[in-house]
């Protein structure tokens, strides 16, 4: 479960790295902004994230991920994200170039939402088409986050954003 809860931490944090500069009027703004962005409009964060593990998990294992499933993957992961509760707590100034923003968010706990439907779903296996079955079980799953997400307790995060003549970064 901590591996599910530091995963969902450390997309959010890439997801961040990889927003690079934006203008805004302030920090906070800059961070709340670009969850937004990911949530709603730009899942290309959650994109880069899943092929950074699909790589990692393909050095370590025989069996190599299939790109059929990327799709419907990435729809989970961008399911799952937008289920995640966040709340921008104000920044606090660093130095002339730097800014401490407090983010509370709640993760969702995905083995808790995903639990009855995987042990619904694993017993109806009737094809011997691996890929087709797991595509269906992440429907299935995409849904049951978007019907009935679970959460873990409330974490807090602080994030360093440093402002350029561009913006924040």
């Known amino acids: ?38 949530k709603k409009e730009d899942p290309s964060s959650l994109s880069s994230f899943l092929e950074q593990g699909i790589s990692d998990e393909n050095e370590t294992y025989v069996l ?8 419907s993957y990435l729809k989970f992961l ?13 920044a606090k100034k660093i130095d002339d170039e ?36 797991m595509t269906k079980l992440l429907e299935k799953a995409t849904e049951a986050v978007k019907s009935s997400p679970s959460y873990e307790n409330s974490t807090q995060l602080t994030l360093e954003v440093k402002k350029s003549k561009d913006g924040y970064s």
């Open 1 to 38: 479960m901590k591996k599910k809860h530091l995963c969902l931490v450390l997309t959010l944090i890439f997801a961040l790295l990889l927003g690079g500069c934006a203008s805004g009027e302030t920090a906070d703004k800059y961070v709340g902004d670009l969850i937004t962005s990911i």
């Open 64 to 71: 190599q991920f299939p790109d059929e499933l990327k799709d």
């Open 78 to 90: 961008q399911a799952s994200f937008n289920a995640v509760e966040f709340e921008i707590n104000g």
């Open 98 to 133: 730097r800014y401490s923003v407090q983010l509370t968010f709640t993760p969702l706990d995905i083995e808790a939402t995903t639990k009855n439907t995987c042990e619904k779903y694993s017993p109806a296996i009737s094809s011997t088409n691996l890929n087709a079955e």
